[in-house]
């Protein structure tokens, strides 16, 4: 049974920092892309970072670049977004999804996950 479950939400101030984790079970990352999303209330589903086996360079919406880093260790079958200087608009539920045998751009950019697995969420708020 595939299952993600993320971790490493929670409060922090304007410009602090925050390790998010998807750990995978139930199946291999090693084929998967995997994609950090998020959603604050009232504003769409944004695919924030995506990384894939089958792409030499991971994926950054603008408003993170810089700022946010995803990546992967394949022994511990683990996705990590590291979130530095954090902005309030940041606030938001992040998820993670793992979608096979495909890229970064179909599933972050054009928002492809049609089969895609998901996790349960995460809160992050960026608050003073």
């Known amino acids: 049974q595939l299952q993600l479950v993320e971790s490493g939400g929670g409060l922090v101030q304007p410009g602090g920092s925050l390790r998010l984790s998807c750990a995978a079970s139930g199946f291999t990352l090693d084929y998967y892309a995997i994609g950090w999303f998020r959603q604050a209330p009232g504003k769409e589903r944004e695919g924030v970072s995506c990384?894939?086996?089958?792409?030499?360079?991971?994926y950054y919406a603008d408003s993170v670049k810089g700022r946010f880093t995803i990546s992967r260790d394949n022994a511990k079958n683990t996705v990590y977004l590291q979130m530095n200087s954090l902005k309030p608009e940041d606030t938001a539920v992040y998820y993670c999804a793992a979608k096979a045998f495909t890229f970064v751009q179909p599933m972050c950019i054009m928002g492809d996950v049609a089969g895609a697995s998901w996790g349960q969420g995460t809160q992050v708020t960026v608050s003073s």
């Open positions: 990384i894939s086996s089958y792409d030499g360079n991971p």
